[in-house]
């Protein structure tokens, strides 16, 4: 049986009544009603959702068209309508579907639902949606390829248990069996976005989310290094997921010298206080930021502070935008945090170690007094005090790389998770020095 906390949104240990302690067990189906209006249910690790968006390329062959690519072993579907956009777009974006189904999951095209008067929002449960994706587009590469017709994708898993060892099994086999049967293209307009929340739907405590907000501003340009400078998308040109530190609210309210009030009296959580305290060399700016951060007294309210104020900043590399419910798209969203800053890949072990890698920093905000935690948090106010890295400077590859390193072991994570980005970062950084 669940604890619950207070309506004020903050985390708080689990009411037991009077009656249950002398009785030794916790509140009663009964009590649990009691001001259920004024209660919600406390964050648990094990409730943890996670999903995936997956952006790509998906190739036609035009009829009476060779095959640009005969060599490879992976067959190619002909177009039945080359000449009708939509007819492609149902015809790729079914075959895919088809492909999911064949692995034993449940999926859907937006095509069909939309004709049935049903809505996605239905399935996030459930099945794996497949749609448009409405950022991708051939470039050069794809364009050289004569013959092919390309139909810009977009494949959205189910919401899954984070910590269900079956979770990365599924993930895993549908994005294999997808690679093995179709020549799937990504570019710099694609992306693969990470979707967090609770598996019942409901919202993260405010403390939840200012816990995962302190760690996300604190570690953005550590996190924000898996992204290729050399991409024509480095600076977002094609897509939405700009840096946290420069477009948010929070951004601008610290760039303009906006008085801060209030110290770390303020803050409830003893891990970050500690933290911080801990390290007098945090710069002023990142110590207002941290209060600032904890201040805020509704989700909504964190969730506008930490998204931008203009429509193309709302959706952030580390996006809120849910939380403040500032548009009908974020209203009609999940409550869920979304990553959105890495590069379009179909490299399957890259994906499925960024899944763990966003999994398990919600996992270390969701846990109280998580001690991987206090290790991350501790690491990046220590490098706060150095002199920061800008987002896209020169600056050594390795540099990069060993500081992502030390980040994912602070946290946690299994090298077999991050070892891949950080060969990237360390590869693709020094080409930019």
């Known amino acids: 049986m669940a604890p619950f906390i207070l309506d004020d949104e903050r985390q708080s240990p689990g009411l037991i009544t009077d009656d249950a302690r002398r009785k030794g067990f916790q509140a009663t189906e009964?009590?649990?009603?009691?001001?259920?209006?004024?209660?919600?249910?406390?964050?648990?690790?094990?409730?943890?959702?996670i999903a995936l968006e997956w952006k790509l390329l998906f190739p036609l062959l035009a009829?009476?068209?060779?095959?640009?690519?005969?060599?490879?072993?992976?067959?190619?579907?002909?177009a039945r309508q080359q000449d009708d956009p939509r007819a492609c777009l149902e015809q790729g974006h079914e075959r895919v579907a088809q492909?999911?189904?064949?692995?034993?999951?449940?999926?859907?095209?937006?095509?069909?639902?939309?004709?049935?008067?049903?809505?996605?929002?239905?399935?996030?449960?459930?099945?794996?949606?497949?749609?448009?994706?409405?950022s991708a587009e051939p470039m050069e590469e794809e364009k050289a390829l004569e013959g092919y017709i390309w139909v810009p994708l977009e494949i959205c898993s189910p919401k899954m248990r984070f910590k269900d060892a079956q979770?990365?099994?599924?993930?895993?086999?549908?994005?294999?069996?997808?690679n093995a049967s179709h020549r799937l293209a990504a570019n710099c307009t694609c992306e693969v976005h990470i979707h967090l929340g609770r598996i019942d739907g409901?919202?993260?405590?405010?403390?939840?989310?200012?816990?995962?907000?302190?760690?996300?501003?604190?570690?953005?340009?550590?996190l924000r290094s898996i992204r290729d400078p050399n991409s024509p998308n480095f600076d977002n040109i094609y897509t939405w997921g700009f840096a946290m530190r420069q477009r948010s609210r929070l951004a601008k309210k610290l760039e303009s010298q906006v008085a801060v009030s209030g110290g770390l009296g303020a803050i409830p959580d003893k891990q970050v206080?500690?933290?911080?305290?801990?390290?007098?060399?945090?710069?002023?700016?990142?110590?207002?930021?941290v209060v600032e951060i904890w201040k805020a007294a509704s989700r909504l309210e964190l969730g506008q502070l930490l998204s931008g104020p203009e429509k193309m900043y709302r959706r952030l590399g580390f996006n809120f935008s849910a939380f403040g419910k500032e548009?009908?798209?974020?209203?009609?969203?999940?409550?869920?945090?979304?990553?959105?800053?890495?590069?379009?890949?179909?490299?399957?072990?890259?994906?499925?170690?960024?899944?763990?890698?966003?999994?398990?920093?919600?996992?270390?905000?969701?846990?109280?007094?998580?001690?991987?935690?206090?290790?991350?948090?501790?690491?990046?106010?220590?490098?706060?005090?150095?002199?920061?890295?800008?987002?896209?400077?020169?600056?050594?590859?390795?540099?990069?790389?060993?500081?992502?390193?030390?980040?994912?072991?602070?946290?946690?994570?299994?090298?077999?998770?991050?070892?891949?980005?950080?060969?990237?970062?360390?590869?693709?950084?020094r080409c930019h020095d």
């Open 30 to 49: 009964e009590s649990k009603h009691v001001e259920s209006s004024q209660r919600t249910e406390v964050d648990r690790v094990e409730d943890i959702s």
């Open 63 to 78: 009829p009476g068209a060779k095959d640009p690519r005969p060599d490879d072993g992976r067959p190619v579907v002909e």
């Open 99 to 134: 492909t999911i189904r064949e692995v034993g999951e449940d999926a859907v095209t937006l095509h069909s639902l939309l004709k049935k008067g049903g809505e996605e929002k239905d399935f996030w449960a459930s099945s794996w949606v497949v749609k448009k994706a409405n």
């Open 167 to 178: 979770t990365r099994v599924r993930m895993q086999k549908v994005l294999e069996t997808l």
């Open 202 to 222: 409901r919202p993260w405590s405010l403390s939840t989310l200012q816990r995962l907000g302190t760690l996300l501003w604190l570690g953005e340009p550590t």
């Open 273 to 289: 206080v500690h933290a911080v305290h801990g390290h007098s060399t945090v710069p002023a700016k990142e110590r207002a930021a």
């Open 327 to 429: 548009d009908e798209r974020a209203k009609r969203n999940p409550r869920t945090i979304e990553f959105r800053m890495m590069d379009g890949s179909v490299d399957t072990s890259l994906i499925l170690g960024w899944l763990v890698i966003c999994g398990t920093i919600a996992e270390t905000a969701v846990a109280r007094l998580h001690s991987h935690y206090a290790a991350a948090l501790g690491l990046l106010l220590q490098k706060s005090g150095q002199s920061e890295v800008p987002d896209g400077s020169q600056v050594s590859g390795n540099r990069r790389g060993r500081e992502f390193r030390e980040l994912m072991e602070a946290l946690g994570v299994p090298a077999e998770h991050y070892r891949g980005f950080e060969v990237k970062i360390r590869r693709e950084h």
